[in-house]
């Protein structure tokens, strides 16, 4: 009898249950076959550089926390990011991940339609769909490079809906300006539709960040993940800036405790460490430079440029990416498979931009990889 609900859930919303997701060592252990030694995630778009050491001195003190509840709105942090951003503090709301912002946005604006653009997360569709809501997408062009060209589109939703729009994009890694998302904005405000920005992978272009104006509009939500820059992805973090209505809303719903001590505590040391943003910023730009040049000199794929700290792939050859994936496993490798992806053709991956010596193992076997399913 479960079963059968759960399978009338997935026919009724025309969508599976579940989004795959990058990160799943487990999987392609299932997939592929175990492996001796540590594997190397490129499918996981997650700062790859140690953390300072501030960081685990404040987990082994909110490790003593351990049976007290945590604050139910994170107050410290919020009062951090509020400082840091010069944002009144109640337009701040902290969660479990920018995923949970996410459905808990949706949850609390319950809008008449939506509109996506793919390819971009899947998260989107599936909580767009979790209300109810019949959702309008528009395909992006590879040909212009996934990009939107001077903002158009947005004006297919209706009044009352929301667009989820992602910038930088994942998986493309397309970046729209700040000055044509303002306009957007704009054009939403004058029709009555909101907009979701999602701007996880915003970090090393924060300068196109829609972050200072959010706080005052009545139609913008920015969601932002500590998960991804901050190496947090264990722990789980992130927050959403918006119109303090909305944000008390959105705070109001979902579970009473979203956040647990030990993310706080991180969140609290590295939000405030300015030298360690700027010094990480500068190194994973240093590596996503010297990564790309590499991949363009490889045959047989076709990286697209990115302002994300992660690239799409495409192969221009003969072969499949389950078939690259699988020799990249024997070498403890472990890239994003797109096949299937909403929005893109077959032969598409997504690799993370990670240290030095973890970025030339890739392009080692990524030339190996493509040398023998050429032989």
């Known amino acids: 009898m479960l079963k059968d609900f759960f399978l009338a859930l997935e026919l009724e919303k025309g ?16 997939r592929f076959g175990a492996v001796l030694g540590r594997i190397i995630d490129f499918s996981s778009n997650v700062n790859p550089f140690p953390l300072p050491a501030a960081v685990q001195r404040a987990l082994r003190s909110a490790f003593k926390r351990l049976n007290v509840y945590p604050d139910r709105e994170s107050y410290g942090l919020k009062k951090i990011l509020a400082e840091r951003w010069g944002l009144p503090i109640h337009s701040i709301v902290v969660g479990n991940g920018s995923a949970d912002l996410l459905y808990r946005a949706v949850y609390a604006l319950r809008p008449k339609n939506g509109l996506i653009f793919q390819p ?8 767009l769909s979790e209300v109810g809501v019949k959702i309008k997408v528009l395909r992006l062009d590879p040909v212009r490079g996934f990009s939107l060209p001077k ?4 004006e297919r939703v209706g ?3 929301v667009v989820f729009f992602c910038n930088p994009n994942n998986p493309t890694g397309c970046l729209t300006p700040k000055k044509v998302l303002e306009g957007v904005v704009r054009r939403l405000r004058e029709k009555g539709a909101f907009l979701i920005m999602d701007e996880a ?19 913008l939500l920015v969601l932002r993940s500590l998960t991804k820059f901050y190496g947090l992805a264990g722990l789980r973090l992130g927050y959403a800036v918006g119109h303090p209505v909305l944000i008390r809303r959105i705070q109001e719903i979902g579970q009473p405790w979203p956040v647990n001590v030990l993310a706080q505590a991180a969140g609290e040391v590295l939000v405030g460490n ?3 943003r700027r010094k990480t910023c500068e190194r994973w730009l240093r590596e996503k430079e010297d990564l790309y040049r590499h991949l363009c000199q490889i045959p047989g794929i076709q990286p697209f440029p990115s302002s994300a700290p992660f690239f799409l792939v495409r192969l221009t050859e003969k072969g499949s990416v389950e078939s690259l994936q699988r020799r990249l496993w024997k ?7 797109l096949s299937g992806f909403p929005g893109l053709e077959e ?25 023998e399913e050429e032989s």
């Open 331 to 337: 070498d403890r490798l472990l890239i994003r498979d």
């Open 159 to 161: 009044k009352g809906g």
């Open 201 to 219: 992978f915003i970090d090393l272009a924060e300068e196109e960040s829609l972050i200072s104006q959010a706080a005052y509009e009545e139609n």
């Open 274 to 276: 300015e030298t360690f």
């Open 347 to 371: 032969g598409h991956f997504r690799v993370a931009v990670r240290n030095r010596r973890e970025n030339r193992l890739l392009v080692r076997s990524l030339k190996k990889a493509l040398a």
């Open 15 to 30: 969508k599976p249950l579940s989004v795959p997701h990058g990160g799943n060592s487990r999987e392609a252990v299932e």
């Open 120 to 127: 971009s997360f899947g998260e989107y569709a599936k909580a």
């Open 151 to 154: 903002g158009k589109g947005f």
